[in-house]
């Protein structure tokens, strides 16, 4: 089955404690992406991967990191984590089908940073 | 700035047909996505396309800076959020701008 996972779903943290949210995909899609959902503001961009040791920011990428040392894992780091990181993240992948691209992600990880 | 407009609530009688708006500024955009979104559900894809589609009960309207989703004979298990987005070339690559989502109510 085609699968975005992501680990972990839930996790509360305090402020300047690093974490990683992993990610990982079985569909060998070269183009993978982080989302935060954030009440008001709909998905917004954190950084994408168009493949293997290539990342790029995307619109938010302000306290975060991320690494592309494989295909498959995607994962994003946040160094020191703040209180204004609390938000929903989604992980995703991209794939050309014809003329339009499709996103699949995965079921979110929801982050509380105290 | 590209940005992607929708309305941030909808509500409908079960039944209906639901209507969901979205515009857009976004420069070189090529085709319109509709997701939907239950809380703690990965957004599966509805629709997509740069023409008018349908996908069982979803409709998409497709104009150069609009499209609508048209949800038929809507039920109170559709209430969710929906997103809007909007695929376009950003450097080398081609990328989705996301609504704010509209959370559609389904009244019985």
């Known amino acids: 089955e085609a699968q975005v996972t992501q680990n972990p779903r839930y996790l509360i943290t305090v402020t300047g404690k690093k974490l990683t949210v992993t990610c990982s995909q079985n569909?060998?899609?070269?183009?993978m992406s982080w989302y935060r959902q954030d009440p008001g503001l709909g998905l917004r961009q954190i950084y994408y991967s168009m493949n293997v040791e290539v990342t790029d920011k995307g619109d938010v990428p302000e306290g975060y990191k991320v690494s592309r040392k494989e295909k498959r894992n995607f994962p994003l780091i946040l160094e020191s984590p703040s209180p204004n990181q609390t938000s929903l993240y989604f992980c995703?992948?991209?794939?050309?089908?014809?003329?339009?691209?499709?996103?699949?992600f995965g079921e979110g990880s929801r982050l509380t940073v105290l | 700035k590209d940005q992607v407009f929708q309305p941030s609530t909808v509500a409908s009688s079960e039944g209906a047909v639901v209507e969901i708006f979205c515009n857009h500024s976004v420069s070189n955009a090529y085709n319109f996505f509709w997701y939907l979104h239950f809380p703690g559900c990965a957004p599966r894809l509805l629709v997509k396309?740069?023409?008018?589609?349908q996908q069982g009960r979803y409709n998409m309207t497709y104009e150069r800076f609009s499209s609508s989703l048209l949800i038929l004979q809507v039920r109170e298990a559709d209430a969710a959020v929906y997103y809007c987005?909007?695929?376009?070339?950003?450097?080398?690559?081609?990328?989705?701008?996301f609504g704010s989502g509209t959370q559609l109510t389904v009244l019985p």
């Open positions: 987005a909007v695929e376009c070339q950003r450097g080398s690559a081609r990328q989705l701008t």
């Open positions: 396309g740069s023409k008018p589609s």
């Open positions: 995703a992948t991209f794939v050309r089908r014809g003329s339009a691209g499709e996103l699949f």
């Open positions: 569909m060998n899609h070269e183009y």
